[in-house]
């Protein structure tokens, strides 16, 4: 792998609603410490000198405001591009693959709305796909017992088992990918969809299109504050840890 090879792009889908989070701006510029969630997912992934491209899929109605916010903040004089993302994150992942140079091999996915996931996290996704792995998510422990039930929404649902908690992992993002890996599953998912193909089995991730695919993918340690801002909880942990971090000096 050549030199600009091995330099990974990212794409951050940030497209979405988020309605989760309440009626009001999309989610990715909700504001963290007074700073938009998607200003500080874009810092996470320049702070790697892993990442020599950022490619943000903004609303198709939103590109000149996206763009204009991340003119406003610093952000250490990486690539950052914005283009028009899709109706689904699936959609947004592919335009932005489009906006990536051909000679870039090694790709990262990332949530606008994990934005703080720490420097060493997108670093060791990216050394694994440097290392020759398609597909790498990082991932960690589940803390809880977890239920497999009979969904029945509204009321008592029956238990079906107890999985074993120690074969299962939350998997957080950057997820990482050689590229041609990834637009072919793109592509074949693509052609599914307009095939009309109703069988397909649901897909929340891109690792997941990897896997649907018979592509292998493999796991690397994740990180507790790598978590996902879903729901106005998630907003007050992600305050705290962002004040500690502060506080220390550390962001």
């Given amino acids: 792998m050549n030199a600009s090879a091995a330099v990974a792009a990212a794409v951050v889908p940030a497209a979405g609603r988020g309605e989760r989070l309440g009626p009001g701006a999309p989610k990715a510029l909700r504001e963290l410490g ?33 763009v204009a916010l991340l003119d406003s903040h610093g952000l250490d004089g990486k690539d950052v591009r914005v283009v028009a993302g899709g109706s689904t994150r699936q959609e ?3 335009l932005g693959l489009a906006a990536i140079p051909e000679d870039v091999r090694i790709v990262l996915v990332h949530d606008a709305a994990r934005p703080l996931v720490p420097v060493e996290v997108v670093d060791a996704v990216a050394a694994a796909v440097r290392g020759g792995a398609v597909a790498v998510v990082p991932a960690v422990p589940l803390a809880d017992t977890v239920k497999r039930v009979e969904p029945n929404p509204g009321a008592p649902e029956p238990v079906v088992d107890t999985p074993d908690r120690s074969t299962l992992r939350a998997v957080q993002t950057p997820q990482g990918f050689d590229r041609a890996v990834l637009v072919e599953v793109h592509a074949k998912a693509l052609a599914e969809e307009e095939a009309g193909a109703a069988d397909a089995p649901p897909v929340t991730d891109d690792a997941g299109l990897v896997e649907r695919y018979g592509g292998r993918v493999v796991v690397v340690p994740g990180h507790e504050e790598a978590f996902k801002v879903t729901r106005p909880l998630d907003l007050v942990l992600a305050e705290a840890v962002l004040a500690r971090r502060r506080a220390a000096d550390a962001y």
């Fill in 92 to 94: 947004s992942v592919r």
């Fill in 34 to 66: 007074g700073v938009p969630l998607l200003v500080h997912a874009v810092r996470a992934l320049a702070r790697s000198r892993a990442v020599g491209l950022v490619v943000v899929a903004a609303p198709a109605d939103g590109v000149a405001e996206v």
